[in-house]
């Protein structure tokens, strides 16, 4: 068995249909979760094997994704477990190489801030490796992330920050998304057609961030007309206070991935 995923809900699930997309063949992928009922789900729609924690722990990479706050209890239970040579790879937020490798020895430690869209290979992830990791163990990791989407090797005090803007990130266009759908119905337009005109806009904004190798500044100024409609909508937008309100979003974010350390 190639990787266990341990904690199989929302982004343990993006990221192993991430790889089995990219090529990861379902067999070589094992999960272990709380929930029987979610084991099954998955093994279903994904074809990935549901195992104990005991055989996870002879998989090559450990992958731990449960929520932070169950992170100790897991590696309590892996520690003794673990096979020669395991590499454990931890995406919980703001749980520190300090406390993984406290409870883990000697252990190849790597600390991955992952996103959702990894889901569809359009994942941003941030990596850190621990003190025992060699530079084959961060090749493994970065093989993995930039499998289902980009990666980017990072010093331990930046994580939260990345967290604040990648790892949480699409939840806040998700929000904005929803926002504007909002508008779109209050202006008179149907659910549906709202959804699809919202959709469709963030697809294409996003490919023009992507591939037109122009800045987010230079590319709302092209959409924004002297004296024109879209001038009118970001004068309300500023009027407000919504840039600060970002600016503030992703300090709270930042804060609340600190303070899940106990730091
Ligand atoms: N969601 C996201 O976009 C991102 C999440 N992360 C990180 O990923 C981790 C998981 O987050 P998310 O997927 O949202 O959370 P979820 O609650 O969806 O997933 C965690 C899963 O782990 C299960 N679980 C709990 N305890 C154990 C255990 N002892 N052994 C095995 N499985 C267990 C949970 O079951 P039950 O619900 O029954 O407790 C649940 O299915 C977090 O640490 C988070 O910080 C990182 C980047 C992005
Ligand atoms: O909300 C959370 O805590 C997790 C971490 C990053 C995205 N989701």
Redesign the pocket.
Known sequence: MKIAV???????E?LLAGWIAAGTAPADIAI????EQ?VTELEERHGVVGVD?AAAAHAETVVL????Y??V??LN?LRDELADGTLVVS????VPLEVLEGALPGVAVVRV????PALVGKGMAGIVPGASATGEHTATVTGLMDAVGRSLITDEAHLDALTALS?SG?AYLFYVAEAMIEGGVHQGLSRAEATELVNQTFVGSAAMLAESGRTATALREMVTSPEGTTAAALRALDDHGVRAAFLDAVEQCRLRSRRMAGR
Do not use: T
Not at 32 to 35: G, K, P, R, T, W
């Open positions: 341990v904690g199989a809900g929302a982004m343990g993006a272990v979760d709380a929930s979610r924690l994704a449960v929520k932070p169950q992170i209890g897991v239970d995406i919980a937020a703001g801030m992952p996103n959702a790892g699409p």
